[in-house]
C-alpha cells in the first residue's frame, strides 16, 4: 500500500531496518530538543511577518494563523 501510494520514504510506515535507522537517524539530529533555538530565528521572522499581516487583515484571522 505504501509503495502504491509513494509514501515508501515515510519513516513511520517503514518496516525497522537499515533505511529506517538511517532516517531516524536524520530526524533526531534535526528535531532534537536541543536543536530548538537554532530554529528561533526562522520562527520570530515568520511571527513578525504573521502580527504585520494581523494589523492589516484582522478579519482574516483564521487564515492567517493557518500558514
Known amino acids: 500500500?505504501?509503495?502504491?501510494?509513494?509514501?515508501?520514504?515515510?519513516?513511520?510506515?517503514?518496516?525497522?531496518?537499515?533505511?529506517?535507522?538511517?532516517?531516524?537517524?536524520?530526524?533526531?539530529?534535526h528535531f532534537h530538543p536541543s536543536q530548538a533555538k537554532a530554529?528561533?530565528?526562522?520562527?520570530?521572522?515568520?511571527i513578525h511577518k504573521m502580527i504585520v499581516r494581523l494589523f492589516e487583515e484582522p478579519e482574516d484571522f483564521m487564515g492567517i494563523t493557518r500558514q
Do not use: V
Open 1 to 29: 500500500m505504501n509503495e502504491m501510494m509513494g509514501w515508501k520514504w515515510l519513516m513511520s510506515a517503514m518496516p525497522y531496518g537499515t533505511p529506517w535507522r538511517e532516517r531516524r537517524r536524520l530526524f533526531q539530529r
Open 39 to 46: 530554529y528561533q530565528p526562522t520562527q520570530i521572522e515568520s
